[in-house]
């Protein structure tokens, strides 16, 4: 059996570390250095419905977006569907608080969405292209 007490203290603290990663150029230029706040969490946005759910083995079932499939389907059910997809996805990072403000634009078998994010470090704008 094993002893419970309530008294037991943990004898270390919990130090919450910045939102900082290594800065990433799309353009295939040669970059140094790192993105620190909000420009970190654009990145982190980015790379998160950038890559497809389930689909590498380097990374957890909690990370990347579920975004791919929806080609075919109807406006009425698409439009809620990457809504939830989206917010689902980016919610599995502790630092994005919430997701709103969704605007979609539908061009001709894609449809570009347009959305807030809420984050510890303040509000990011975000978008994405889904084909549908």
């Not at 939830?84 to 990072?93: F, G, P, V």
Request: hydrophobic share 40%; aromatic share 10%.
């Amino acid at each position: 059996m094993i002893p419970i007490s309530d008294t037991i203290e943990p004898d270390f603290e919990v130090i919450e570390q910045p939102t900082r990663t290594y800065k990433l150029d799309l353009g295939m230029k040669a970059v140094s250095g790192f993105s620190e706040g909000l420009e970190a969490m654009r990145q982190a946005i980015f790379l998160i419905l950038n890559t497809p759910r389930f689909v590498h083995e380097i990374y957890s079932w909690d990370y990347g977006s579920e975004l791919g499939d929806l080609v075919g389907e109807p406006k009425q059910f698409a439009y809620p569907e990457i809504k939830r997809r989206i917010t689902e996805a980016l919610t599995q990072d502790e630092r994005i608080l919430g997701v709103d403000s969704f605007e979609f634009r539908d061009n001709r078998g894609t449809v570009a969405v347009t959305f807030n994010v809420q984050t510890s470090e303040g509000n990011v704008q975000g978008e994405t292209v889904v084909m549908v």
